[in-house]
């Protein structure tokens, strides 16, 4: 009965912990991706010919904070704007396309930050090719601040929960050490090493670790494979690569835990005195 308790108290402590992980790492790849959404518009000058054009995007995609470019033109740029107005701006003009060839660039995640646009913008701005660089700053501090915000209150409550899971795995370890302490202390006696005491309790563990281990990642993947189901949003956001992380970081965490908090627990009746073991 006690096995079964420790058991199920660790592998509530380590769905917990799973969770933590996934949440984090899902969190930070949301990030990501939003940040790498965000797009700058080069304005190139109109005497650019085409192979220069596509010479220069070339360019632009060799930069460390470039993630990907796409070129319009001015006639696509033109066909857009008539889509969209439902008339043609050059009926206005003489027949003069009033649109200029740009670039649309998605930066690196790293770079999507107030102080590397200004910087990147500054530099783009020098280049003769380009006219202007334009981007929406509100948009990018506004969205600097709430990812940054809602970081910390993931990493305060990853923090708490981390702190928890340790402290009622530490507690559950220690009951079930403590109901066999008439035992450590019997062996002590005998002259038992302390290795040979510490060796059935530390067996025990890692089978309650083990198992526990493979009851949380049971109940996680099906919750995740179920989530996945039913919005492809949440399959573009939990990868592969999460779930292998999450499965990995519970089965060490179980394993890492249940030692360490026996080997500790086991200790600290070994060096327990006579009259004490008794209170």
Known sequence: MQWFTSCVST????????????????????????????????????????????????????KPYTRSTTLITAEEALKEETERMGTNPTDFLGGKNPYTASIEMNVVADYACTDSLIWIQKELRELWQVNDVVYQQDIVENLNHTLQRTTLILAILAVLLIIISVVLVNNTVRLSVY???????????VGASWAFIQRPFLRRSLGIGLTAALLATAFLLASVHWARQQDAFIQNLVTNETIAIMVGTVFISALLLSVVCTWFSVNHFLNMKENEMYR
């Open 11 to 62: 592998t509530l402590v380590l769905v917990l912990l799973g969770l933590v992980v996934l949440c984090g790492y899902s969190a930070n790849k949301l990030s990501k991706d939003v940040k790498e959404n965000f797009t700058v518009t080069l304005l190139l000058d109109d005497d650019l010919g085409v192979d220069e054009t596509r010479a220069f995007q070339a360019r632009l995609d060799a």
């Open 179 to 189: 109901a066999r302490r008439h035992i450590i202390h019997t062996m002590r006696l």
